[in-house]
């Protein structure tokens, strides 16, 4: 129940075009979803993040889409360029002050062909 | 977003030392700092959860005397690998927790390469 299931594991995908990366939670008392984009060598970076009041969030080319009663939620990239190839992340998070704990997805490795 | 430094990058270390790393909250005060963990192609997994002044809270299967942590303040923490052995060998990352109503974001260092001889 504290899973968080992401797939793709793997993905490919042509310069310009949409990368799709989903994710499914069981419980519903997670309240915030961020993504998170990871290089090789490096730490997570926080890409783009929604809370369930909301269904969908767009920064630039980045969108998280979000259904609650499907308790599933995705990122969407729009034209994908080659500097976007990297792991990324999905995340679940719940709690109170001081006791927030995210779940992560099992990661999915984006490479974007030029 | 905000930034995290983590310390050293990289450390390469014998059997049996200890190895220290800082992970440093450098633009914003940190409610909360965690630990992971990552191995080659896996995701994240969360050691320790330390909140400022008070005793960090391990995860199931994590050893509390092997991996210690300190929070001294709200923009320190430290994680001391004692004893290191070859299979503590792993990519430690640190993140630095900030609280907003209702939920808290996550800000990660760049993390810490550690290779036991």
Known sequence: QQQVKQ???SLIVQKGGISIINCAYENTAFDYFPWYQQFP????ALLIAIRPDVSEKKEGRFTISFNKSAKQFSLHIMDSQPGDSATYFCAASMGTSGTY???FGTGTRLKVLA | GAVVSQHPS????KSGTSVKIECRSLDFQATTMFWYRQFPKQS???MATSNEGSKATYE???EKD???INHASLTLSTLTVTSAH????SFYICSAGRDLPSYNEQFFGPGTRLTVL
């Open chain 1, 7 to 9: 797939s793709p594991q």
């Open chain 1, 41 to 44: 060598g490096k730490g997570p």
């Open chain 1, 101 to 103: 704990k995210y779940i």
């Open chain 2, 10 to 13: 990289r450390v390469i270390c």
């Open chain 2, 44 to 46: 994240l997994m969360l």
């Open chain 2, 60 to 62: 199931q299967g994590v």
């Open chain 2, 66 to 68: 092997k991996f210690l």
């Open chain 2, 86 to 89: 070859p299979e503590d060998s």
